[in-house]
């Protein structure tokens, strides 16, 4: 019970305010994205459709390499990603190293907290837990689209479906809901990994001041819903 309360008390309860806010509005965001897609439109769900659409037309293809190229193009952002966040994470495990250093740079930002390096040190750790998170979730996504590509290599021919005379539709649609329930995982897992981005950002605003880090993540969770159930190009793809 002592080294429980000692720990509390090595962050004042703003800053332990702002990291319930920040773990309860992610983790919050995620649940209500979640539910509230099944009521409206949103990116994903929308593209989901698109892309459960997408595999059923690969099944009256009988060359599939535009299928290819497609999932192979989908697949560099995710690689892009999960390297540029290799290099993020090298430079967290290096600043960690010299946080001495680090800090007293920080304190020469305008408006930037003072802190002990014990609390810049969980700053730096929060930064870096993120980024392991958006790591994971990157290439997660990448294998998922490796499992789409084989999916849509295996398929049988057009021709073969045509064969199958009545049963051809429902072997189709099997087919696509199969194929696009994959790639639409790889889509989710990979929109995941730029979620834990925003949030990084929201994190900065840690080393500023507990406030900050709060209203930092509540604009984050704004900027979420306004993308992905209020932007343009959702009216665009719904129309």
């Not at 992610?26 to 459960?52: E, M």
């Not at 690969?58 to 697949?75: E, F, H, K, M």
């Not at 680090?102 to 993120?130: C, H, Q, W, Y």
């Not at 073969?160 to 199969?178: H, M, S, T, V, Y």
Request: glycine share 6%; proline share 3%.
């Amino acid at each position: 019970m002592e080294s429980t309360l000692r720990v509390l008390t090595v962050l004042p309860w703003l800053d332990w305010a702002a990291l319930v806010v920040l773990f309860t509005g992610w983790s919050g965001y995620a649940w209500f994205a979640r539910r509230l897609a099944g009521r409206r439109p949103s990116i994903l769900a929308t593209t989901n459709r698109i892309r459960r659409q997408w595999m059923l037309q690969a099944t009256y293809r009988d060359a599939r390499v535009i299928d290819g190229v497609v999932i192979q193009n989908l697949s560099t952002s995710p690689s892009f990603f999960a390297s540029t966040t290799i290099l993020i994470i090298g430079g967290l495990l290096a600043m960690l190293g010299t946080t001495e250093k680090a800090n007293e740079l920080v304190r020469e930002i305008p408006f930037a907290a003072r802190t002990s390096v014990l609390v810049f040190d969980m700053k730096l750790v929060l930064l870096l837990g993120i980024f392991v998170h958006a790591f994971f979730r990157f290439t997660w996504s990448m294998r998922q689209y490796t499992f789409g590509a084989l999916l849509i290599a295996s398929a049988p021919e057009a021709k073969q479906f045509d064969a199958l005379g009545d049963e051809a539709p429902a072997r189709r649609n099997a087919f696509a809901d199969k194929a696009g329930r994959v790639v639409a995982l790889a889509a989710e897992t990979f929109n995941d990994g730029l979620r834990a981005y925003y949030f990084s950002f929201a994190a900065i605003g840690w080393f500023f001041s507990p406030l900050a880090f709060m209203l930092a993540t509540v604009g984050v969770v704004y900027i979420l819903y306004q993308r992905e159930f209020r932007s343009e190009v959702l009216k665009d793809l719904n129309s």
